[in-house]
Every structure is written in C-alpha cells, then in structure tokens.
T-cell receptor
Framework: AQSVTQPDIHITVSEGASLELRCNYS??????LFWYVQSPGQGLQLLLK??????LVQGIKGFEAEFKRSQSSFNLRKPSVHWSDAAEYFC?????????FGAGTRLTVKP | EAGVAQSPRYKIIEKRQSVAFWCNPI?????LYWYQQILGQGPKLLIQ????????DSQLPKDRFSAERLKGVDSTLKIQPAKLEDSAVYLC????????????FGPGTRLTVT
C-alpha cells in the first residue's frame, strides 16, 4: 500500500534562511509525487509535481523538489524563505485512483 | 478562471443531525473529489467522480455518508446522522481528467459536531 511520511510536524525558520521539508514515501511502482501548500482557511494549492524525467523539479513561488528513488524521498526546498511562505505543506503520492497525503509540516517564519 | 466553490464555509451541528455540503468545480473539469481533513492530518479521499459516475468510494463510510454528482457538474456530500468524529474540514477538488493529476482545491467546509 502506498503511504507518505512527513517526519517534521513543525519547522521554524528565519526569514531569508533556506528551507528543506522532508517527505518519504512507500509505493510499489513509479510514483507520481506532489507538494501542496495550504494557508489558513484556504484550500490546497499545488506547488510542484513529479511524474518522470528530470529528478529536480521546479515549482511556483521559488520552490523546488528533488526525487531520490534510492532514498524514497521527495524533499521540498527553497533557498530564501519569505514571511508569506508560512503555511502548512503537504506531500502526496498518487495514481489514477488514489492520492495519499502526508500529515503535513507546519512552517513558521520568524522575522 | 473561477476556482472551485464550496458552501457553506462553516457548519456547526449536534451529533445525530444531518448536514450537506455543496461543491461547484471548475468549469469543464470532468473529475471531482471529496476529501476529509481531520485536524492535524492530511486530506483523505472519500469519493471520486468521473462526470456523474463514481470511480472510487472505497473510503466513504457508506452507512452515514452519501454523495452525488447529478448532471456531472455540481456535487453534494451528505452526512446522516453525524458523529463527533466527523468533525473535520471537507475539501472538494476537481481536475480536467483523471490522468492529469492536477487537482484544484476549494476552500473547504469546516464542520464541527457537538
């Protein structure tokens, strides 16, 4: 069965600092991987996705993620965090009929 | 382009009462999803429609939850009777087709069952 683990429940970074959010998955075939962001009171917004090809994926808002098959990971990164990036971040793995989300990582940005 | 619309945004009911949520997907999107997001957890898929047919409802508690998508556009999710553990945010999402995997989410309905 497919599953997603986000090891960090809550992360705090200073504005301007770099960010890495971890995501590990379990899946029997080639996974389709996603990162979503959820601001308070809002729905989820797709940041980026990986289907195949280049393992470094660029997304919106300056985010990128790297697929590492050997580590079953799909970590999200941003070189310089802005205060507006404070939100909940969800990693997901999916196929035609099933999308599984991680429990999320809440990002706090310090001034 | 208008996004996915959901109503109401908030609902408070007592246990054993019934409640219904409405979703209007992005125009032209054939696939519609309902998710349940319990506080502190990621969204869990309840049901998926392709046009007006059900593709997957394996995680829908069918003894109390029901959903329909008449005419392949709007959808309604109903809970009857509600339990305390149904307190959650109910998210609706839509995608152009199942194979695109790009799901667009509405703002959700926050349900509190007391």
């Amino acid at each position: 069965a497919q599953s997603v683990t986000q090891p960090d429940i809550h992360i705090t970074v200073s504005e301007g600092a770099s960010l890495e959010l971890r995501c590990n998955y379990s899946y029997g075939a080639t996974p389709y991987l996603f990162w979503y962001v959820q601001s308070p009171g809002q729905g989820l917004q797709l940041l980026l996705k990986y289907f195949s090809g280049d393992t470094l994926v660029q997304g919106i808002k300056g985010f990128e993620a790297e697929f590492k098959r050997s580590q079953s990971s799909f970590n999200l990164r941003k070189p310089s965090v802005h205060w507006s990036d404070a939100a909940e971040y969800f990693c997901a793995v999916g196929n035609n009929n099933d999308m599984r989300f991680g429990a999320g990582t809440r990002l706090t940005v310090k001034p | 382009e208008a996004g996915v619309a959901q109503s109401p945004r908030y609902k408070i009911i007592e246990k054993r009462q019934s409640v219904a949520f409405w979703c209007n997907p992005i125009s032209g999107h054939a696939t519609l999803y309902w998710y349940q997001q319990i506080l502190g957890q990621g969204p869990k898929l309840l049901i998926q429609f392709q046009n007006n047919g059900v593709v997957d409802d394996s995680q829908l508690p069918k003894d109390r939850f029901s959903a329909e998508r008449l005419k392949g556009v709007d959808s309604t999710l109903k809970i009857q009777p509600a339990k305390l553990e149904d307190s959650a945010v109910y998210l609706c999402a839509s995608s152009l087709a199942r194979v695109t995997y790009e799901q667009y989410f509405g703002p959700g309905t926050r349900l509190t069952v007391t």
